[in-house]
């Protein structure tokens, strides 16, 4: 049984910073693979960004220059530090946390999700 707890979302402005964080407990002690999704409205859930176990970091053409995954190991989290939103941004972001090197669309746990609206 795994959990992930997250939180940080929110309503910001157009340009404004927002940092989501996550963090994972239960049965599996260290995770591979931690990151985040999102889904808007009208929209298929996409990748955002994912970091392994030894701070390797992936990103969407999306978030890439504007977004910073990083992660504490000794506490299972994973942060996402969200800069220049906009209101494309617009989305809910969902936890994803893996314990193995599996790279599959929807393989892992995964949170409820956390709304984050850009918008003046």
């Known amino acids: 049984q795994v959990q992930l707890v997250e939180s940080g979302g929110g309503l910001v402005q157009p340009g404004g910073t927002l940092r989501l964080s996550c963090a994972a407990s239960?049965?599996?002690?260290?995770?591979?693979?931690m990151g985040w999704y999102r889904q808007a409205p009208g929209k298929q859930r996409e990748f955002v960004a994912h970091?392994?176990?030894?701070?390797?970091?992936t990103y969407a053409n999306s978030a890439r220059g504007r977004f910073s995954i990083s992660r504490d190991n000794a506490k299972n989290t994973v942060f996402l530090q969200m800069s220049s939103l906009k209101p494309e941004d617009t989305a809910v972001y969902y936890c994803?946390?893996?314990?193995?090197?599996?790279?599959?669309?929807?393989?892992?746990?995964w949170g409820q999700g956390t709304q984050v609206t850009v918008s003046s």
């Open positions: 994803n946390a893996r314990p193995d090197i599996d790279y599959s669309a929807t393989g892992g746990f």
């Open positions: 239960g049965s599996i002690s260290r995770f591979y693979l």
């Open positions: 970091v392994t176990s030894f701070s390797a970091t």
